[in-house]
């Protein structure tokens, strides 16, 4: 999931409080086997990080997340003993995960047991928090079946597009408009392209966009991972009109995590610009695959990406959970 997605859980006690349910796993993990709920811990990353390659492959996705990049995500979560959730069986074999954070949420089933009792017990405990969405991939027809039985609610979807490296090397030189010109990344001015991208640019204004504080938006597109010559900045007149916030990631994809223009400069082509110069910055830099996540409802987007030469790889569905008046 490189865009940063979210997800979903049933009731069970304070989480860090052991409990247990007897589940029938039908035979493919164990046997009649108990499970049990606490938090996660430092120690579950490297049994975490090989879930979440499982469950991608499961899916036939070709995605491959590092124990760092999870150790990045736990790290997000302000408390893990009430924001997280491991489940486990008797033998101490993890069956699924969950955790929050901001306006971000995630949930993982380990595709090797059984029956639903997992997915069920996930989403729960999501249900019971404050951040009530979750997402599925469209070809996960298991979550997707629970998350229409527990009457959860279709939002949104998105599209994860790419282009391989052939392609990437015919990508055009950026045409920038009169008076505007690419900048270096200057930590400093953070904040200015916080405020560019959800003030100035209306980011949440597009569905499945999320309104971020400044430092949960630090935390996710500008923390010590950040390589300054990833990122692509846009000014005109000494004012920031442009941003392209991008990464690449430990299995060698490139991506383009945000990418804004301000209102009032739309229609000059500098999204565009912005796109072909963080593409290209991060073929250059080094990335095997480049990619990146646009909202199904975005079609004016959908085709800028199309047309440079990114194609649709895979569709996710985001779901809410209907709060009770």
């Known amino acids: 999931m490189r865009a940063v997605r979210a997800s979903a859980a049933r009731r069970h006690p304070v989480a860090g409080q052991p409990a247990s349910l007897r589940h029938d796993t039908g035979g493919c993990i164990g046997h009649d086997a108990a499970m049990h709920t606490r938090a996660v811990e430092a120690t579950d990353i490297p049994r975490i990080t090989s879930l979440e390659v499982r469950v991608e492959q499961a899916i036939g996705g070709t995605e491959v997340v590092s124990e760092a990049e999870v150790a990045e995500q736990l790290e997000m979560v302000e408390d893990l003993a009430t924001a997280s959730l491991v489940v486990e069986d008797d033998d101490g074999a993890l069956l699924g995960a969950s955790w929050r954070w901001g306006t971000t949420t995630w949930w993982l089933v380990d595709p090797d047991v059984e029956g639903d009792a997992v997915h069920h017990l996930l989403l729960g405990w999501l249900e019971e928090g404050p951040i009530r969405i979750a997402d599925a991939d469209s070809r996960d027809a298991q979550s997707l079946a629970v998350l229409a039985e527990r009457g959860w609610q279709h939002a949104h979807s998105s599209f994860d597009l790419e282009m391989d490296l052939e392609r990437a090397a015919a990508l055009d030189e950026p045409a920038w408009a009169e008076g505007v010109a690419p900048i270096p990344w200057d930590p400093a001015r953070a904040e200015d392209v916080h405020d560019l991208i959800y003030v100035r640019s209306a980011w949440a204004a597009v569905p499945g966009h999320e309104d971020r504080p400044l430092e949960e938006w630090r935390g996710l597109f500008a923390g010590n991972f950040l390589v300054a010559d990833q990122q692509v900045l846009a000014e005109e007149d000494g004012a920031l009109v442009g941003a392209a916030m991008c990464r690449i990631w ?12 301000a209102v009032e400069h739309r229609g ?6 912005l796109l072909l110069q963080a593409l290209r910055g991060l073929r250059d830099g080094g990335a095997e695959v480049l990619g990146l996540s646009v909202n199904a409802e975005n079609r004016g987007a959908l085709g800028l990406y199309q047309r440079v030469g990114l194609e649709i790889q ?12």
């Open 250 to 261: 430990d299995d060698g994809t490139g991506w383009v995590s945000q990418l804004a223009v």
């Open 268 to 273: 000059r082509g500098l999204g565009r610009a």
């Open 314 to 325: 895979r569709e996710w569905l985001t779901h809410e959970f209907p709060t009770t008046p």
